[in-house]
């Protein structure tokens, strides 16, 4: 039989993982972690702007911010910040590509997740209006 988790079960446990990833562009290794669900929400909200009043996708530096968002160091910090974006995409792209499949992997987000997400939150032909 199954246990029916409780309130505390749920908040008390340690539900984050990490993975290891080598960067041999870099010298060495990242920490990946898995996002939150707050943390996750947030990523996906960078990856919309606001032009003229509409809603559209945002894809400057969409690897460099899922990033930003998981690379941590051994205390759990994220080392990079909004202000890191730009310098950070500047990097490998090899480097980057192999550290983006991982957080994509462990964060549970298809390949094609990122653009499932931005098509989810950009509002169709009647500019996102619901009436008639």
Do not use: Y
Not at 15 to 36: N, Q
Not at 72 to 83: A, R, S, W, Y
Request: include cysteine; charge should be negative.
């Amino acid at each position: 039989m199954t246990k029916i988790l409780s309130k505390a079960d749920i908040l008390e446990c340690h539900d984050m993982r990490f993975e290891t990833v080598p960067v041999p562009e870099w010298g060495g290794s990242v920490r990946i972690r898995t996002l939150s669900g707050a943390e996750r929400d947030a990523f996906e909200a960078t990856l919309m702007k606001v032009v003229d009043g509409k809603r559209v996708p945002d894809m400057d530096n969409l690897r460099a911010k899922l990033l930003a968002a998981t690379v941590v160091d051994e205390e759990d910090k994220q080392i990079f910040g909004v202000q890191d974006l730009v310098a950070l995409g500047r990097k490998s792209a090899i480097a980057i590509d192999r550290i983006f499949g991982v957080a994509q992997r462990i964060n549970g987000m298809a390949p094609d997740a990122v653009e499932d997400a931005i098509k989810n939150s950009t509002p169709g032909p009647s500019d996102g209006s619901i009436s008639a």
